[in-house]
């Protein structure tokens, strides 16, 4: 069983640029939710992605942005990036979005940095 | 989501048991208890999760008391390498799934 892969481990980018982080899901998980964890803190929901359509979404900006692929692998896109947007990110994978009987299981995440 | 509350940090000897407490008094009828740990620069670890009654996996028990108002997670023979932020979260509703965290416990274990 192949768990949850994310690429790349680390990023460094400038303000105002744009971010591709890329997701692969557990194998059988069909539903990829994204998550933002600042220094010191518990992660953040960002959204929620199921059979290709984002079907829930945490407090986070439009600039914020996702894909899922026919294979359910997913992308994170962040635009116009800010220095707060410095973080790990992390991805989730799980069976049936909102079957709550089902764990997620996470990928070790991207380091990015702002500068 | 009900919200969570946990001692910010506990201490345990290597080889003993750890007992991490959680207080969830506002969890609904169809809520489950999640238990996941982070160390450090890793992604959240699933650890265990329940409904209603106690649950065991290879890695640890989960003990949910009747009124369902908190819970504890029991390393039984802690190791050096359980040292780490557990996190417990109550997951369900209408958060289509998403986990909340908090600020979780760290957990330190000593030889």
């Known amino acids: 069983e192949t768990g949850v892969t994310q690429s790349p481990t680390h990023l460094i980018k400038t303000r105002g640029q744009q971010v591709t982080l890329r997701c692969s899901s557990q194998?059988?998980?069909?539903?990829v939710s994204w998550y933002q964890q600042a220094l010191g803190q518990g992660p953040q929901f960002i959204f929620q992605?199921?059979?290709?359509?984002?079907?829930g979404r945490g407090n986070f900006p439009p600039r914020f942005s996702g894909l899922q692929f026919p294979n359910y692998s997913s992308e994170l896109n962040v635009n116009a990036l800010e220095l707060d947007d410095s973080a790990l990110y992390l991805c989730?994978?799980?069976?049936?979005?909102?079957?709550?009987?089902?764990?997620?299981?996470f990928g070790n995440g991207t380091r990015l940095t702002v500068t | 989501d009900a919200k969570t509350t946990q001692p910010p940090s506990m201490d345990c000897a290597e080889g003993r048991a750890a007992n991490l407490p959680c207080n969830h008094s506002?969890?609904?009828?169809?809520?489950?208890v999640y238990w996941y740990r982070q160390i450090h620069s890793q992604g959240p670890q699933y650890i265990i999760h329940g409904l209603k009654n106690n649950e065991t996996n290879e890695m640890a028990s989960l003990i949910i008391t009747e009124d369902r108002k908190s819970s504890t997670l029991i390393l039984p023979h802690a190791t050096l390498r359980d040292t780490a932020v557990y996190y417990c979260?109550?997951?369900?509703?209408?958060?289509?799934?998403?986990?909340?965290f908090g600020q979780g416990t760290i957990l330190t274990v000593h030889p």
């Open positions: 992605y199921y059979r290709e359509e984002e079907n």
């Open positions: 979260i109550v997951r369900g509703g209408t958060s289509y799934g998403k986990l909340t």
């Open positions: 194998s059988g998980h069909n539903t």
């Open positions: 506002t969890i609904s009828g169809n809520e489950y």
């Open positions: 989730a994978s799980s069976l049936d979005a909102g079957r709550y009987n089902s764990p997620l299981h």
